[in-house]
Each structure stands twice: as C-alpha cells, then as structure tokens.
C-alpha cells in the first residue's frame, strides 16, 4: 500500500471557512487537540464549490457563499469544465502523481429525477444543456471525476450512482480512442486510467452496529419482526435534513439496509430529530424485537452515543487507500465495489447485490485481496488465472510435466 506519508488532501466547499477554524466550530475534537492542528489545517486551500440551491435544504442557501459563479456557471458542462481543471490545477500544485479520489461528504442531496439509460446519453445531457435536466452537484463532481480518470465516492444518501454512472468509470468505455459518434469525444482530452465509483452513503455507526446485531438475532434462530430507532444530533448534517426534500433520501438509505435479506414482514422504523445543543454527538436509541420458539417474544434495546465525525473519517480514508491500492493491482471496478461494500449503508453500482451482512462484506474484501495479491491473507502463495494458463502451456511445450502443472494447480484458491 501506498505511504500515508504521501498523501495530499484538499476539496472544494461552498462556505469559505478555513478547515481550523471549522474544526473549532464544530466542536468535534476537544480545545486542545484543535489547537494543536488549526494553523496547519487552515492552510489547506478550500476550492469554491459548484452547487445548485434546489439540490439541498434552505438552511444551508444563506452560508453558501463560496460558490462556482460567472461563466463556469452558466451550464452543466461549464461546471464540469470547472471541476475538471480544479482537479488537473490541484494535481500539478502539488505534484501528484498517484491515483486521486474524490469523496462526496458534503450535506445530502435530494433525489435527482434525471435517469439516463447509458454513459453517452448522460453526457450528451450534460454537454447539450438547456438547464432543464434535473443533473445534481454530486453527479457533476463524480462525471468530472471519471473524465480525470480519478475514483468517486458517494459519502452522502442522495442517488449519485446508476447504471450509467457505473458506465462511465468503466475503463472498456473510456478507450483512448472511442468512435467519431461516442459522447466521450466532446469531452476530449479525458483519461482512460482505471477509476472507480463506489457508494451510497458511510455505514458508520449506528448502522454497522444494527447490521451486526441483526445478524446475531438471525444467528439465534430468531425472526426479526420490529426495529425501531430513534437519532438525534445537532451538526450541519441534521440541519440539512430538517429540510423534507433532502430528508427523503436519507430515509431512503436508512430503511433499505435489509433489502437484500428480504425478511418477510420486517418493520423497520427510523426517526431523525436535529437537536443543536449536542452538537456533533449523535445519540441513538434502538429496540429489536423478535419472534423466537413457537413465537415466544425476544427483545433487545441499544443505546449509544458517539460523535459523528469521528465515525466517518476512518471510513474515508479507507476509500482513499484501497482506491490507490485496487488501481495498482488491476482489480476490476465490479470487485473494487464487492470489496468495499462494507464502507456503506446501501452498496450501489457493482456492489448492489452484495450481502448487507457485516461479517460477509468483510469476506468479500478478503476474497478480492487474496485474488489482487495472488495469496491469502495467511500469507500462502496462489496462482492468478494468468499463472494457470501459463501452466497449461508449459505442459503442452514440453517443459513441465502434467504431475508438476497439477501441484502448481493445487496452489490456486479454492
């Protein structure tokens, strides 16, 4: 993996407010450690932010005063264009030359209402605007991503990633030379460098722990038949959410995390509640009931408290590292997204039909790793599937023995 010494971080934002002094504000760490890191993290260049007042909740219009305006807002395409020589100016200030991914933490979106069945029909819309099409932010910094051959990650709840999203980061469709009809050659110079697109929405807290304990009900033999939980928190995140039209989306995340055990008559229940006295310290109180031997009741209640933040950075560094790691070793996007499942409340793109288990999702991990690497975790050697045909050729050249090539065979995983 690569040095975390070697890392680079820098971002756009739609306030102006130095990350210190924001750090400050927060109140996220305590006094002290803030003071220790504020003149460093004040620093830290903040890229003005594109944004469309429609895609996010009214408490947040009055602050957003750090904005993309003039003729890099006049359209879709000028805002991509904008994004995209943000992200190639960062690269030569600071002289990267690794793999750079682009994480989506800003508050969450509503659900954009655009559906486009292909890469080239989402492009087309971006380039041919009329700004009728109902394109979010989060869409544009992610298209903008792919063109720079960069990863994105969908840290929010809104729906970024769709099929044509996924389209687009797949290196088969960003060919260095396309044809003359493909919508890529509008976009012209864009990379073909391996990227991915992982999402929706960081399984932090609250979320991870309710999986888990899901599980474990399941594991009992007991049958699940109500969750109900009740958040509470008082950072910018919930003030977004007081808004109806972004609050749909975290519902939304927030309820399908089951989706795939497809537990018959499972109630699932969440309310949010935004109480600012406590700050970035979310709270949450959940009861599990469930159906055990001939139907006798079982019922389990959590409470935690923890702050918000400090539950989601991990994860984005995490996105960050594996990311640069998968590129180096040529994981595919599809495996990229099986792997990384267990970062999200609802795996979309290529993770879609990964198991929402926690346990399970951190096999998937070790699964691509053990493949990536060509060993397991334990440290034994494996064989890629290019070791495998080069085997069968040594047999019928003449150079190995059918019995050698079937002790090489016995090193691949099972």
């Not at 947040?60 to 006049?74: C, F, K, L, P, Y």
């Not at 910094?141 to 999203?165: H, I, K, R």
């Not at 994860?315 to 790691?325: G, K, N, R, T």
Request: aromatic share 8%; with cysteine; proline share 4%.
């Amino acid at each position: 993996m690569a040095s975390a010494n070697d890392c680079v971080v820098g971002g756009w934002d739609i306030r102006p407010t130095k990350l210190g002094q924001a750090l400050y504000n927060c109140r996220v760490l305590e006094p002290d450690l803030v003071r220790q890191v504020r003149e460093e993290m004040d620093r830290v260049e903040i890229m003005e932010g594109v944004w469309d007042p429609s895609f996010i909740g009214e408490s947040q219009h009055e602050t957003a005063t750090h904005v993309v305006s003039g003729a890099d807002n006049t359209s879709t395409r000028a805002r991509v264009d904008r994004i995209r020589r943000d992200i190639r100016s960062w690269k030569e200030k600071h002289s990267v030359d690794g793999h750079v991914t682009v994480i989506w933490s800003a508050s969450v979106e509503r659900p954009s209402e655009a559906k486009y069945h292909s890469p080239d029909a989402l492009l087309n819309a971006i380039h041919d605007d009329a700004n009728n099409d109902d394109i979010s932010p989060s869409m544009l910094y992610a298209v903008a991503s792919a063109l720079e051959g960069c990863s994105f990650v969908n840290g929010g709840s809104q729906n970024t990633l769709s099929p044509a999203m996924s389209g687009l980061f797949d290196q088969s469709y960003r060919q260095p030379a396309v044809p003359p009809d493909c919508a890529l050659q509008k976009f012209a110079p864009y990379s073909s460098s391996r990227a991915f697109c992982l999402g929706t929405d960081y399984k932090a807290g609250q979320t991870k722990f309710k999986t888990a304990a899901v599980e474990y009900l399941r594991a009992l033999g007991l049958t699940p038949r109500v969750i109900a939980s009740s958040n509470h928190l008082g950072n910018n995140d919930m003030l977004n959410l007081t808004t109806k039209k972004t609050l749909s989306a975290k519902m939304r995340v927030k309820s399908d995390i089951f989706g795939l055990w497809q537990e018959e008559d499972l109630d699932h229940k969440v309310t949010v509640m935004y109480t600012p006295f406590i700050g970035d310290e979310k709270r949450d109180f959940v009861e599990y009931t469930s159906l055990g031997f001939l139907g006798s009741p079982h019922t389990m209640v959590t409470y935690t408290r923890c702050m918000d933040s400090i539950l989601c950075v991990p994860l984005m560094v995490d996105s960050a590292i594996w990311c640069d790691f998968f590129v180096n070793h040529d994981v595919s996007q599809k495996d990229a997204a099986r792997a990384t499942a267990y970062l999200f409340k609802v795996p979309e793109g290529d993770a879609k039909d990964v198991d929402p288990g926690f346990f399970h999702q951190m096999g998937q991990l070790e699964e691509v790793l053990e493949k990536a690497c060509g060993q397991n975790l334990d440290g034994e050697k494996t064989l890629k599937q290019d070791d495998l045909d080069l085997i069968s050729l040594g047999v019928s050249k003449g150079i190995i023995s059918e019995e050698q090539a079937t002790q090489l065979r016995g090193l691949t995983p099972k």
